[in-house]
Structure formats: C-alpha cells, structure tokens
C-alpha cells in the first residue's frame, strides 16, 4: 500500500481531434454532463486537486465543457504527434512533484472514483511498478505510472500512448480488473448506445 503522503496526480488526455467521432468527442454530453467534465469530477474524487487535464484540439471548446476549477489545465501544442504527446506534456510538469501518475482518458465514461482508487491501493510505492487496468482480455488505461516511468514516459512518441511500457519487462506490472473501461466512446454510435442505455447500467457521476 503507498504511503498517505505519496503525491499522485491524475492526468485526463483530452487533446485530440475524435477523427473517428467526427467532432469534438470531448466536449459531447452524457448525462448531462460534457464527458472532459464527467473525467475531471471521477479524477478529482480520487486524487483531490491533483489533477491535470491536457488540452489540444478545439481547447476552447473542451475548456469550455469542462470544470474550470478542477485542478490544472496545460495545453498540449504537439497534438497531432499522438496520445504520446500529451502524455509528455503532463508528465513533464509533474515529474518534479509527483510520486505517480494515473493516466485517463476522457472518453471511458464508466470508469469511476472507486476504480482509480483501487489502483491507487495496488501500488506498492515501488517507483518501479506499473498498475493498469485490465479489461476485455487486455491491459491499457487508467494506468497508475511511478515516479521511476517519467524518465520513459518522457521520451513516448506516436500514437500508441505508453502500451510498450506495460511490455517492456522494464516494471512490475500489476493488473486491476474493470470491465467499465472496455467502454469508450469512438464513434458517435457508441455515445448514442450509452444514452439509450438504462441509467443503471450508464453508472451516472
């Protein structure tokens, strides 16, 4: 178990274009809620005012959808370098105060404050130990990356985000299961699908 004093900042990656959604993805509602807003208020149940939200395409729109007073807000210029990018970004004004960083991505609506918790509990305080989230038969994010990733993470390039560091026999990997996460939203036939959907099963925050 980390120690209460450990400094974990949740980076929400809101940057990009949503080719696939055709618009601006981030700043769609659901429940009411813009889904950049719906991350935030999740993150911020966890990790308190340590969050950080990067910003790219249409930042204006997505500042716009989101809670201002959540955390920090950086803009990520590098946009269309890829995820990596804006993973970079955030890591690099985190890396001189945080112990660890969960990366979360603004369109996994079902991902709870629990969840990110329980990564949070998972993580021994290694800097050496990875915990992601396993789901639909694989890893991938949130993921809760050590102090001891940033030098990685830093160097990440492309679209990829940081999957080859989960691969990388570099870490400790630890896994924790939610099924919610297999939930994103690419299209939007897949928001549309989560509207229709019951308010029991959209699991509204």
């Keep these: 178990m980390p120690d209460p004093q450990h400094r974990i900042f949740a980076v929400i990656l809101a940057a990009g274009r949503s080719r696939r959604f055709g618009a601006t993805?981030?700043?769609?509602?659901?429940?009411?809620?813009p889904l950049v807003r719906r991350a935030q208020?999740?993150?911020?149940?966890?990790?308190?005012g340590r969050v950080i939200t990067v910003l790219g395409h249409d930042w204006r729109a997505v500042l716009e959808a989101g809670d201002r007073a959540a955390g920090f807000v950086v803009l990520n210029d590098d946009f269309d370098d890829g995820m990596a990018s804006s993973i970079v970004t955030a890591a690099r004004i985190a890396a001189a105060?945080?112990?660890a960083l969960i990366v979360i991505l603004a369109d996994q609506p079902l991902v709870d404050a629990a969840h990110l918790e329980s990564l949070i509990m998972h993580w021994?305080?290694?800097p050496l130990q990875i915990v992601?989230?396993?789901?639909?038969?694989?890893?991938g994010?949130?993921?809760?990356?050590?102090?001891g990733a940033f030098p990685d993470l830093l160097r990440l390039t492309g679209d990829r985000g940081a999957q080859d560091l989960l691969r990388s026999g570099r870490?400790?990997?630890?896994?924790?299961?939610?099924?919610?996460?297999a939930t994103d939203i690419d299209t939007p036939a897949d928001l549309q699908a989560l509207r229709q959907a019951p308010a029991q099963a959209r699991r509204d925050r």
């Design 41 to 48: 208020v999740t993150a911020g149940a966890a990790c308190g």
């Design 132 to 139: 992601a989230t396993a789901f639909a038969g694989r890893d």
């Design 97 to 99: 105060n945080a112990d």
């Design 25 to 33: 993805k981030q700043a769609e509602i659901l429940g009411d809620v």
């Design 124 to 126: 021994s305080g290694d």
């Design 141 to 147: 994010p949130p993921v809760l990356f050590p102090s």
């Design 171 to 181: 870490y400790d990997v630890k896994h924790v299961h939610c099924e919610a996460a």
